[in-house]
């Protein structure tokens, strides 16, 4: 039974059977059980879904060859979660979920300028929103719509940066409809179609003319129900942004013709970035 901690000290394990031949320990006859620990072991810190290990064998072991067994450079094993936002404003201004954030220290920005060091200005943790400010100005900002005039059944798309250790650092898009709202500890949010993976969070949820009308920032998880996903509205984001930055100037939504799909997702692109979190 290998034993981590996952964020928040939520006790998190994963089962392993190893079977013993000649004092070898193997899995399935494959590579030692250890580094395959290891190496689920190293994915997960990197998705964020666990931040230390408990003390004991096999654990240290395993803590040693996490390093060995990664193929990720040095730098990159410094960062122990990543997530996505998007630029509300060029000012240098960005939006994203409070968890992708939270206990962090530095945040580096992955924009279509560059690599950018980024500080929390604004944390929101009950709304599970985040806003962060880089001294940089940045090309793109997203429009930003009303959500109070959203309807059921509308085509949504959103734009993230989900399991990069896995599925790599370029952008990708998912879409579907808005299948609804709930309430949850008295926040409203919508239950959207649109598939989402660990490191989605603080995506913009995006209409058919590309208006952010939400926030990515959980899903239910798989085995309960499929592909329920949640967004907080932007209402709730243009609300904290009045309240606490009543100066930031942002996008106008944009109306008139639907665009191509393709054109939404470009535009969408281009104001979402790539975020990193070290210790």
Not at 130 to 155: C, D, W
Not at 160 to 167: E, H, K, S, Y
Not at 239 to 249: A, I, K, Y
Request: charged fraction near 20%.
């Amino acid at each position: 039974l290998f034993h981590l901690v996952g964020p928040g000290k939520r006790p998190h394990a994963t089962a392993f059977r190893v079977d013993f031949a000649d004092g070898v320990p193997r899995m399935g006859g494959g590579r030692n059980a250890y580094v395959r620990m290891a190496d689920y072991a190293y994915e997960e810190v990197q998705q964020g879904i666990v931040t230390e290990f408990l003390p004991g064998l096999p654990f240290q072991r395993a803590e040693r060859l996490v390093a060995r067994t990664s193929t990720a450079p040095v730098e990159e094993a410094a960062y122990y979660a990543s997530g996505t936002g998007f630029v509300i404003s060029k000012a240098g201004y960005i939006v994203t979920a409070a968890h992708v954030v939270a206990g962090g220290g530095k945040i580096d920005v992955f924009a279509r300028s560059g690599k950018l060091s980024a500080t929390v200005l604004k944390a929101f943790p009950e709304e599970d929103l985040a806003i962060l400010k880089v001294s940089e100005n940045l090309s793109r900002a997203l429009p930003v719509r009303n959500s109070a005039e959203i309807k059921m059944g509308e085509t949504v798309a959103t734009v993230g940066f989900p399991n990069i250790q896995i599925q790599g650092e370029t952008p990708k898009v998912t879409r579907g409809e808005i299948n609804g709202d709930m309430v949850r500890e008295g926040l409203k949010l919508y239950q959207i179609s649109a598939p989402i993976q660990p490191g989605n969070s603080g995506g913009a949820l995006v209409d058919v003319r590309g208006n952010v009308v939400g926030v990515v920032v959980s899903q239910l998880k798989p085995g309960m129900a499929q592909n329920v996903n949640y967004a907080v509205p932007s209402e709730k984001l243009v609300e904290l942004l009045r309240t606490n930055l009543p100066d930031l100037s942002l996008e106008p939504a944009v109306g008139g013709a639907v665009l191509e799909f393709t054109e939404v997702v470009q535009g969408v692109t281009e104001g979402s970035v790539l975020l990193k979190v070290r210790r």
